[in-house]
């Protein structure tokens, strides 16, 4: 993992019904690493991940709300925020 400390996983709308959580802190080096440890911790969010590593496209992950990432090679430092979000969403 690159710096120190975990990052935190932030679930909106569908995901966050899914994972029957508003948040996780998990310890990881980059996106495929925490797409692999998101569904390990929330089984309701299996799938998320494509065999690639890439994020399935039924999902959006925005990195601190600044910038949307899909490259499961990614990297994440600590105390960075990944939002989970349904790309199907709208108003």
Do not use: W
């Amino acid at each position: 993992m690159n710096g120190t400390g975990p990052i935190i996983v932030e679930f909106f709308g569908i995901p966050r019904q899914r994972a029957g959580r508003a948040e996780l802190a998990i310890a990881v080096g980059n996106l495929a690493d925490a797409l692999a440890a998101i569904e390990k911790h929330c089984p309701g969010l299996a799938g998320l991940k494509q065999a690639d590593g890439r994020p399935a496209p039924h999902y959006l992950l925005s990195l601190d709300g600044r910038q949307f990432v899909t490259d499961p090679a990614h990297p994440l430092q600590a105390g960075d925020h990944l939002l989970v979000l349904s790309a199907d969403a709208g108003g």
